[in-house]
């Protein structure tokens, strides 16, 4: 069965960093793309990144610097490193996995399962 947990999220203040963790189960993670996606309270979902099974990776144009994705194959995991946080990246985090052949980028379509999420809170 497959299954993506996320862990990590928290309160945070302005400036501070988090990293977040996506833990898969039920398939190996070689193979796949792991997006990242959240969604703010009001407002619809968005790509944040997203790592391929062939190391290509993508990121929102708006939190390039930021944000850094990365995978540990052996541990079937993939983090989202999330420095200079500002309020407005409170969010709801989630991951999704792709499983159709390709890469993939952060359109939510293209992925086909995903976990329960995290919260994140930037708030002094």
């Known amino acids: 069965q497959v299954q993506l947990v996320e862990s990590g999220g928290g309160l945070v203040q302005p400036g501070g960093s988090l990293r977040l963790s996506c833990a898969a189960s039920?398939?190996?993670?070689?193979?796949?793309?792991i997006g990242w996606f959240r969604q703010a309270p009001g407002k619809e979902r968005e790509g944040v990144s997203c790592?391929?099974?062939?190391?290509?990776?993508y990121y929102a144009d708006s939190l390039k610097g930021r944000f850094t994705i990365s995978r540990d194959n052996a541990k079937n995991a993939v983090y989202l490193q999330m420095n200079s946080l500002k309020p407005e990246d409170t969010a709801a985090y989630y991951c999704a996995a792709d499983f159709h052949v390709g890469t993939a980028s952060i359109e939510e379509y293209e992925y086909d399962y995903w976990g329960q999420g995290t919260q994140v809170t930037v708030s002094s």
């Open positions: 039920g398939f190996t993670l070689d193979y796949y793309a």
């Open positions: 790592s391929n099974s062939d190391s290509s990776e």
